[in-house]
């Protein structure tokens, strides 16, 4: 059995629909079922590759997505591929029904914004009740709905439980894949010339595989004792566990850093982003410091690591709240219902 995974990851998309897709490959692939990465160009290609799958590139634009139809029904005809999982924003409903006369389809959908002609559809998101897809969807869908299905890898299905810490020594700061608007740089400098930079003793930075500043920042903050400095690492959940407080964009890590029950300070980098930040915080679960497009982020950050609510009282109660809400078996769940779809 073959599973198509139609995703593009590059330095405009967030590598955040990678490695969800990623995720659950992974699961897939410990059920015996194989998963064929297929992207509109080889941007991702190493790093697919380094992971044990194969990319096939469709030489198209990821941007206009119709323009690939022809070719991408090539590929599900030549690789035999029974479901194609679908994870992009620039779908359109003419792709879908296109498409759905070669394979099943599964659409990973953040947005809710459209009612598709697919076979299943998984909406992980934490805001997912508001674009009611029970009520627009037939029943013919199936429909994998709400944070249970956060597509994580394994490891964090295992971590063990937070430390929590009387102070905040140690702080995390995260980025996603890239870092368009110069954040951990700006961050950094900003939060050096702070008062709360004297009570720290740890601040682990950790760049994102498509980030293009790395020597630069590691040559500016080289004298430094208190920073450590990373690229794309490979254990992020090492750090979650090991820190007392993170800093980061509002994307698929949230869910990591949930799972982690690390408690959280989220910004926004991206419209995609702004529920995720909105219902996290609503629910008292991680705080907001606003949208780096748009706000002072970097002030906001210090004055809420001043905050008296940061104490440890507040970070017990946030840390137990975050695990409960995200246990990091999402992609495990996935991977069932699609072996059923499969055999079924």
Known sequence: MKIGIRVDANEIIATGHIMRCLAIAEMLKATGVDSLFISADNFAKSFINQKGYELYSLNSSWMY?????????????????EILLVDSYYVTKKYFHKIHKSTKIIYIDDYGKDV???????????????????????????LLLGPKYSPLRTVFSKLPAKNIAPQIKELLILSGGTDHHGFLRDFSKQLWNSAIFEELEKIHVICGRYYNEYDKLISEFSGISKFYFYNAVENIEDYMLASDVAISSAGVVSYELCAAGTPTILYVIAD??????RSFYEEGLMEYAGDLRFDLV????????????????????????????????GAQRIAHEICHMLYK
């Open 272 to 277: 995609n982003q702004m529920e995720n930040a």
């Open 116 to 142: 598709f002609e697919i076979d299943m559809l998984i909406c992980y998101a934490n805001y997912y009740q508001k674009f009611e897809l029970e009520n627009r969807y037939s029943s013919n869908v199936k």
């Open 65 to 81: 997505m119709e323009d690939e139809i022809e070719l991408l029904q090539q590929a599900i005809e030549k690789y035999e591929i």
């Open 298 to 329: 970097s002030e906001k950050i210090i004055e809420i690591l001043k905050e008296e609510r940061l104490k440890i009282e507040y970070r017990e109660r946030t840390s137990s709240i975050m695990r409960r809400k995200i246990d990091g078996k």
